[in-house]
């Protein structure tokens, strides 16, 4: 699954940097995660970077964008691909 940036979200700009793939962003209200670019940073790392740095858990799954570890290591293969 993709991850998800709830409203309890309190900009501390924290999760942003530690993204591998880019797919956070600062939105209107709260930074969002882009689902087309996050692979719970499968292929980078073992655990998904910004859940471990955000300060007010914010950041649960996002259940209208599952995937399996296989599909998310493909789109992180295919996101590497894409950038080189």
Do not use: F
Request: net charge negative; charged share 25%; aromatic share 4%.
């Amino acid at each position: 699954m993709a991850l998800i940036i709830t409203d309890e979200c309190i900009n501390c700009d924290v999760c942003e940097p530690e993204c591998p793939n880019g797919a956070i962003t600062q939105g209107e209200e709260i930074y969002d995660i882009d689902p087309s670019l996050c692979t719970e940073c499968v292929g980078h790392y073992e655990t998904s970077q910004c859940v471990d740095v955000c300060p007010v858990d914010c950041i649960p799954l996002d259940p209208a964008h599952e995937e399996t570890q296989d599909q998310l290591q493909a789109k992180y293969e295919r996101l590497m691909a894409q950038s080189a």
